[in-house]
């Protein structure tokens, strides 16, 4: 009987990490679907039209701000870096939290970005209390 247990705590140990492997890369292919079309594949932007994401202090500045922004998209003018932008985000609404959380923690740590890691019940909390534009 106790090896039974042994087997069954290996068998787990073998298959959990494939439980994680499809969604370790998520936050760059959310990113390359939905986002780089606009921000660029680097998270450049696109001069003054587009707000760059690549060492971006309103990511900083508005961290709390931005599942909401992912979710419902923003149509004022925004300050990137010192430069206003006047152009329409469009949201997302059919992103998961999950998957919401995987792309923000991406973008807020890639391309010159450092940002403390966002659980999805962080994300959660904030979606919750989201203005319903």
Same mark, same amino acid.
């Given at each position: 009987?106790?090896?039974?247990?042994?087997?069954?705590?290996?068998?787990?140990?073998?298959?959990?990490?494939?439980?994680?492997?499809?969604?370790?890369?998520?936050?760059?292919?959310? *990113?390359?679907?939905?986002?780089?079309?606009?921000?660029?594949?680097?998270?450049?932007?696109?001069?003054?039209?587009?707000?760059?994401?690549?060492?971006?202090? *309103?990511?900083?500045?508005?961290?709390?701000?931005?599942?909401?922004?992912?979710?419902?998209?923003?149509?004022?003018?925004?300050?990137?870096?010192?430069?206003? *932008?006047?152009?329409?985000?469009?949201?997302?609404?059919?992103?998961?939290?999950?998957?919401?959380?995987?792309?923000?923690?991406?973008?807020?740590?890639?391309?010159?970005?450092?940002?403390?890691?966002?659980?999805?019940?962080?994300?959660?909390?904030?979606?919750?209390?989201?203005?319903?534009?």
């Amino acid at each position: 009987m106790p090896y039974r247990h042994l087997f069954t705590g290996f068998l787990l140990i073998l298959l959990l990490p494939g439980c994680f492997s499809n969604n370790r890369h998520q936050g760059e292919k959310l *990113y390359a679907q939905h986002c780089s079309g606009c921000h660029g594949d680097q998270g450049q932007g696109l001069a003054r039209l587009i707000p760059p994401l690549a060492g971006s202090d *309103y990511l900083v500045k508005h961290r709390a701000e931005l599942p909401c922004l992912l979710r419902n998209g923003q149509n004022e003018p925004i300050v990137v870096n010192g430069v206003t *932008y006047h152009n329409v985000m469009p949201g997302n609404k059919t992103m998961s939290t999950a998957q919401l959380t995987n792309l923000l923690n991406y973008v807020e740590n890639h391309w010159g970005n450092k940002a403390a890691p966002r659980t999805i019940l962080e994300v959660q909390t904030k979606l919750d209390s989201c203005r319903v534009p």
